[in-house]
């Protein structure tokens, strides 16, 4: 038998919001789902899914060492928190899409390259830090040039 993940690779985050208020719907959860209750409900998932990680330390990319029930337990969960996510961000009128592409974009002025590259600091230290150059970027994130 077939699952969803074995006949699809990609799946958009328009086709995750559509599943997600057809889910709500035919169960008549509309009703419960102000803003505010599925941001409780999606800071209960970040928790379940911290609880995975909780006491194992640093934990090296691929997980290796894991069982698979661990990796799909993880799975399960990741699942939850971006559900509620998507489902948050329908409610709340969001383009989820739209704004993680806007995001980057704020990011990518925030941490230029040439300045941070191989760094951890916040944008602010950055810039605190850099040559008079790139004084120009402002803790927004934004360049004033010419102002």
Not at 109 to 126: R, W
Not at 127 to 147: A, E, H, L, T
Request: one cysteine or more; a negative charge; hydrophobic letters at 35%.
């Amino acid at each position: 038998m077939s699952t969803p993940a074995d006949t699809q690779d990609d799946v958009s985050l328009s086709e995750l919001k559509n599943k997600m208020a057809d889910f709500a719907q035919e169960r008549d959860w509309d009703q419960f789902h102000s803003p505010r209750n599925l941001l409780l409900a999606l800071v209960g998932e970040v928790g379940e899914l911290s609880e995975i990680f909780q006491w194992k330390g640093e934990v090296p990319r691929g997980l290796p060492g894991w069982e698979d029930k661990e990796k799909q337990h993880l799975g399960e969960e990741l699942s939850d928190v971006l559900l509620y996510l998507v489902r948050l961000s329908d409610i709340c009128g969001v383009d989820l899409g739209k704004a993680v592409l806007r995001k980057l974009e704020i990011n990518a002025t925030k941490y230029p390259v040439k300045l941070c590259k191989g760094s951890s600091k916040k944008h602010n230290q950055i810039i605190n830090n850099s040559d008079s150059s790139s004084s120009n970027i402002k803790d927004d994130g934004v360049s004033y040039d010419g102002v």
